[in-house]
């Protein structure tokens, strides 16, 4: 079943495989995560001046008197401030926005709450940052699609989920403009034109994202240097680099074709090779 | 609702040759943009109206309203008008990038088009085509082509560009990760178009 819940600024779009539309189970936890999502809304957007962070941005309350979410965003903003060396900052133009953070966390909290109530096997994507647990189908590991930042319609690559692999982000200008500053410079990111990491958690995915977005093309040492983390770039110019272990999906020749089948492999139903989730 | 231009870009060979083009504006709201397959022939395909009104629903309103179907946007969405306006020999090598098309002539088959949207680039709007389940072809109809920076990076991006793209058809994709949309700037993403389906 499926669900776009517009929050945030932008569309979350939920995908939960292996229940019926009306399944009770699925349609209430989808309705708490849901939630979830606008509770965070309301805490983190620097729109609404009565959010905390607002407040905490002008001094009307301390952090030990902020909800324990704002907490936890703000010493992950500091992590990957220093993990970035400083390229993340949770102050870009001076006025607290933890913006950059609290996406890819709350998306990955969604899906937590989905595989708390049982639906292990989905798929939440809030604006182009993807959280994946299980499969679509037996046998298959989720597939995502990596919009071409200079080609609107077009993938520039496609990733394979799997162990290790299941959350996704892409920073880019493409959508919003250029609107990563570079904190080193002051000046708009402009090296590359979309940078997309894959690793198991899109808290991390996404934060490091942005922070390897500023870097430009500095970024592919950085994440090379990072345990659990790959990258795709496209740059600004259209060439193309990636990490060594990006997960790549190989391409598929043929779709169209029915798929060939080998006799080496026809010979029963435990002949190795087409089996086992990890295959795209 | 009246929309002011759809058109059908050319994805084989790239934004590029985009710029060539003069603006084709088309604005009968039941003219749908032809639908050019991948082979030699240019058919148009205007039979599908039925299937592909059912994903042309309230986004591509919302999204019009919102100034998707500026003046502006009119010219932005500039193309060829493929088949139907005699274009060259090179446009028949595909709006709908891969085989698609092809499929698209089968019962079953359907169109789901996205709704349009304003980028920093201009407008965009995509349209999927599926055979059941599954995402047979991709045609952007309408792409920004106006900008110098755009000018510029299609200029320098052809020849990697043509390498690297992939077709959404051959991809085979459960969703999509890119650059954060705005709420807006969704109706128009592929994303978009696969949650109408419900792929």
Redesign the interface.
């Known amino acids: 079943m499926?669900l776009?819940e517009?929050v945030m600024?932008?569309?979350v779009?939920f995908?939960v495989r292996g229940r019926e539309p009306d399944d009770p189970v699925a349609v209430r936890a989808l309705a708490d995560a849901v939630s979830f999502l606008h509770e965070v809304d309301a805490m983190f957007s620097t729109y609404r001046p009565g959010s905390a962070v607002s407040l905490l941005d002008r001094g009307e309350i301390t952090p030990a008197e902020c909800p324990p979410e704002v907490t936890e965003i703000l010493e992950l903003c500091a992590e990957a401030s220093r993990l970035s060396g400083g390229y993340f900052t949770a102050r870009p133009g001076g006025r607290l926005d933890p913006s950059a953070v609290v996406?890819g966390w709350a998306v990955e909290r969604a899906s937590r709450i989905l595989r708390s109530a049982g639906l292990h096997d989905h798929?939440v994507?809030g604006?182009?940052?993807?959280q994946?647990s299980g499969s679509?189908a037996p046998g298959r590991p989720?597939?995502?699609?990596?919009?071409?930042?200079?080609?609107?319609?077009?993938?520039?690559?496609?990733?394979c989920a799997g162990p290790g692999v299941s959350a996704?982000?892409?920073?880019?200008?493409?959508?919003?403009?250029p609107h990563i500053l570079d904190p080193h410079t002051g000046r708009p990111a402009t090296g590359l034109?979309?940078i997309?990491l894959a690793g198991e958690s899109l808290t991390v995915a996404d934060a490091c994202a942005t922070a390897a977005f500023a870097m430009g093309d500095a970024a592919r040492e950085w994440v090379e240097g990072l345990p659990g983390l790959d990258a795709f770039a496209?740059t600004?110019?259209?060439?193309?680099w990636r990490t060594p272990g990006f997960p790549a999906?190989p391409?598929?020749l043929s779709?169209?074709s029915p798929p060939v089948s080998s006799p080496a492999l026809s010979t029963g139903p435990s002949g190795v090779g087409a089996r086992g989730p990890g295959r795209c | 609702m009246r929309r002011a231009v759809l058109a059908v870009m050319v994805t084989a060979i790239g934004l590029v040759l985009l710029l060539s083009f003069k603006p084709h504006q088309i604005t009968a709201t039941t003219d749908r943009p032809a639908l050019v397959a991948q082979g030699d022939d240019p058919p148009t395909r205007n039979d599908q109206g039925d299937t592909r009104g059912t994903g042309d629903t309230r986004g591509t309103g919302d999204a019009d309203d919102s100034g998707g179907a500026s003046p502006g946007g009119s010219t932005g969405g500039s193309s060829s008008g493929s088949g139907r306006n005699g274009g060259s020999a090179t446009l028949s090598s595909g709006s709908w990038t891969g085989g698609g098309a092809t499929a698209g002539a089968r019962t079953g088959d359907r169109a789901v088009t996205g709704g349009v949207a304003d980028t920093v680039y201009g407008p965009v709007q995509v349209q999927i085509l599926l055979s059941g389940r599954k995402v047979t072809g991709i045609a952007v109809l309408r792409a920004p082509d106006r900008s110098r920076r755009d000018l510029a990076i299609n200029d320098e991006a052809l020849p990697l560009l043509n390498q690297e793209a992939l077709s959404a058809q051959s991809a085979q994709i459960d969703t999509v990760s890119g650059a954060t949309y705005t709420s807006e700037g969704y109706l128009a993403s592929l994303q978009s178009a696969l949650d109408k389906a419900h792929v």
């Open positions: 499926r776009v517009h600024g932008t569309a779009s995908d996406k798929c994507n604006g182009g940052d993807i994946t679509p989720w597939r995502v699609g990596v919009a071409h930042p200079l080609r609107p319609g077009a993938l520039a690559v496609v990733v996704v982000a892409t920073s880019g200008t493409a959508e919003r403009g034109a979309s997309t496209v600004a110019t259209g060439a193309t999906a391409p598929v779709p169209a």
